[in-house]
C-alpha cells in the first residue's frame, strides 16, 4: 500500500492484479490441509468444492512464475505436495 493512501502498490517489476470480493462461505473458495501419509511432514492443500482436486505446481516446474493450478490428486505428485512453515518477522 502506499503510504499516502490507501490504493495498493505492486512490487517492483510486478503487476497489478484486481479481483472480486467472494464470501468465505463459498466452497470454491475454502481449502482443507491434510498431511501426506509417508511422514515426509508434506501436506496436500485440498479443494472444498472439487474434493478430488488439490493444489498442483503445473507441469513440476520450479522457475519462478510457474503456474499454480487445482489438478485431480496423483500419488507420489511431488508438485502436489507442500510444507508448510510458520511466518516469521525475521526472514
Do not use: C, H
Amino acid at each position: 500500500m502506499s503510504t499516502s493512501s490507501s490504493t495498493p502498490s505492486p512490487a517492483s517489476g510486478a503487476s497489478q492484479i484486481t479481483g472480486n470480493l467472494i464470501s468465505p462461505q463459498e466452497e470454491r473458495v475454502r481449502w482443507k490441509v491434510k498431511p501426506v501419509k509417508d511422514d515426509s511432514g508434506a501436506y496436500y492443500i485440498y479443494s472444498v468444492a472439487y474434493p478430488e482436486n488439490v493444489v498442483d505446481v503445473r507441469a513440476g516446474g520450479t522457475d519462478d512464475g510457474t503456474a499454480i493450478i487445482t489438478f485431480p490428486k496423483r500419488p507420489p505428485g511431488q508438485n502436489q505436495q507442500f510444507l508448510l512453515r510458520k511466518a516469521t518477522e525475521q526472514p
